[in-house]
């Protein structure tokens, strides 16, 4: 897989990935109500990527695309799908790469990826790692309410917590946190290192459990609140809706997780707005720390720094909420590169790039071969102008279809058409189970979540169906470079048939690419099975 790294060649790599950011939530992407400057200097002194694309936009997935730099439809892992990573399969991300290549890894903040028979809780992952600092699941605004590991802490709120947890790692004399996961007193001065920092915000479970405690920052409290908060584009309140953007048959729109009902009504939506703008100022802030920290241990002109995001998040735009679709809100995301021992051609580049080349682009700079595994592409060659994206399309899918009444779709798109194909919505509805449920005493939670045996079968169906000639019922045309915010379907028009019909036909090469070759590397992770 590649040489033994050195800590004098081989520059460190961290990568950070955000939850629940769409693309314009920072300044230097457009966002007028919070500023991120840190975060804009990557962008301007590095390369900001102005067309990334996640293939997954829902949490589990997404994180397993960029781990394993695999499409869903290969790597087989999603909420509903009744599987985990398995073992074997967790070889070929690239944290086990570098750490086989010689560097010293870490994870900061959540893990959001089951692994093993017993996912959650089979301890591989957190042994995995050189130093890991990180809770299973959801980390929640106030971390040490819910996760032991992080009780040492000073601080209360999630994104001071993990800035304690770079600081740690960064350590060369002797880590602090006695429930940290370490193999090694601290970080080894004369290795390079490969650190994974994964926030929870501005998710907006976590933004909703903001209590404005008196131990939290300012920022948390009264930021953005003497401001009037501007409705998203194209907002429209439940009530209002006339023409929704998806029909009843394909979206369910009445079980969507009530996490989201937050979008319904103009105030809740702006209440929740400013918590997820207070929370960029956060993300900014832990950023400055971040690169003070590498200042302080003098690494930071040999320390390359990524930052996305695993999903966009709708906030009312066309009556929608959640993510789990195929539009842009849902799929398009920020993708900064900075590399401080390069100038790059251009501070924006434009080639159509994806959330699973973030793995394949990590190993290359540390000199590590990429497995054939990965369907990725490496983007390194980029800095320097030196090649252009052999992809012709992304390509991006929602196989998270089940009670909540999401529609499964996919899509491709360059940098003029998306094409969006919808599949039969039959899936059973979340209120009407909660409902019947509580006729018999069951608890909510227990209705609506956790994957049973015959989960597993209903989804290898959702991911083989289209691929053995599963209709679509209802399809969406749009012509991205006209319409970036998808407003006009086109498929029903005569004068874009042609057009059509040609992304049909290469829609079904990308699905086919998409799928590759062989069963899913994963191992049963069912309520049945533990």
């Not at 045309?477 to 006009?488: G, K, R, V």
Request: proline share 5%; net charge neutral.
């Amino acid at each position: 897989m590649g040489c033994n790294a050195s800590a004098k060649t081989q520059p460190n790599i961290i990568l950070i990935l955000t939850d629940d950011q769409p693309y314009g939530y920072l300044s230097v992407t457009g966002n007028k109500i919070a500023q991120t400057p840190n975060i804009d200097q990557l962008a301007n002194k590095g390369m900001l990527f102005t067309n990334a694309h996640v293939t997954s936009a829902i949490c589990t997935p997404s994180r397993v695309s960029i781990l394993l730099s695999q499409y869903e439809r290969k790597h087989g892992v999603n909420f509903n799908s009744g599987t985990a990573v398995s073992k074997n399969s967790w070889e070929n991300s690239y944290p086990m790469l570098m750490k086989k290549a010689g560097y010293f890894t870490g994870w900061v903040g959540k893990n959001h990826v089951p692994l093993g028979e017993n996912g959650y809780k089979s301890g591989i992952i957190e042994n995995s790692f050189d130093y890991w600092y990180a809770s299973q699941g959801h980390m929640k605004f106030y971390p040490k309410d819910s996760f032991p590991i992080f009780k040492e802490a000073e601080n209360d709120t999630q994104l001071e917590i993990v800035s304690e947890g770079i600081s740690d790692f960064m350590d060369t004399n002797e880590h602090k946190f006695e429930r940290a996961i370490t193999f090694l007193d601290a970080r080894p001065k004369d290795k390079p290192f490969m650190l994974s920092i994964n926030l929870n915000l501005p998710h907006g479970a976590g933004a909703r459990e903001m209590a404005q405690r008196d131990s939290d920052d300012d920022i948390y409290k009264s930021l953005f609140r003497d401001r009037d908060i501007p409705l998203p584009k194209h907002y429209v309140a439940k009530d209002d809706i006339t023409t929704p953007k998806l029909s009843a048959e394909l979206l369910h729109a009445e079980d969507r997780q009530v996490g989201y009902s937050y979008v319904n009504e103009e105030d809740t939506v702006k209440e929740m707005l400013i918590r997820q703008n207070q929370a960029m100022v956060g993300i900014d802030r832990l950023v400055k720390n971040l690169r003070d920290e590498l200042k302080a241990h003098n690494v930071d002109d040999n320390t390359i720094i990524i930052f996305s995001s695993d999903h966009g998040l709708f906030m009312g735009e066309h009556g929608l909420g959640g993510k789990a679709f195929c539009y842009e809100k849902a799929t398009h995301v920020p993708l900064i590169i900075y590399d401080p021992r390069k100038k790059p051609t251009n501070a924006t580049n434009n080639a159509l790039v994806q959330s699973i080349d973030i793995a394949p682009t990590i190993l290359a700079y540390a000199g590590v071969k990429s497995p054939k595994s990965y369907q990725g592409e490496d983007l390194t060659g980029f800095y320097q102008g030196q090649k252009q994206t052999k992809r012709q399309y992304s390509f991006s899918e929602n196989l998270w279809s089940n009670h909540f009444g999401n529609p499964r779709c996919e899509s491709i798109q360059n940098d003029e058409w998306k094409y969006i194909r919808y599949y039969e919505n039959n899936n059973l509805s979340a209120n009407k189970k909660v409902k019947f449920g509580k006729k018999l005493g069951m608890k909510t939670g227990s209705v609506l979540y956790g994957q049973h045996d015959n989960d597993i079968f209903e989804y290898r169906e959702f991911v083989e169906g289209p691929l053995n000639g599963e209709p679509a019922v209802f399809e969406e045309l749009y012509h991205l470079s006209n319409d970036p915010e998808e407003l006009t379907n086109l498929a029903t028009s005569a004068q874009h048939k042609a057009m059509l019909n040609k992304l049909r036909k290469d829609w079904m090469t990308k699905l086919k690419s998409a799928r590759g070759q062989g069963a899913p590397d994963v191992v049963r992770y069912t309520v049945d099975s533990k």
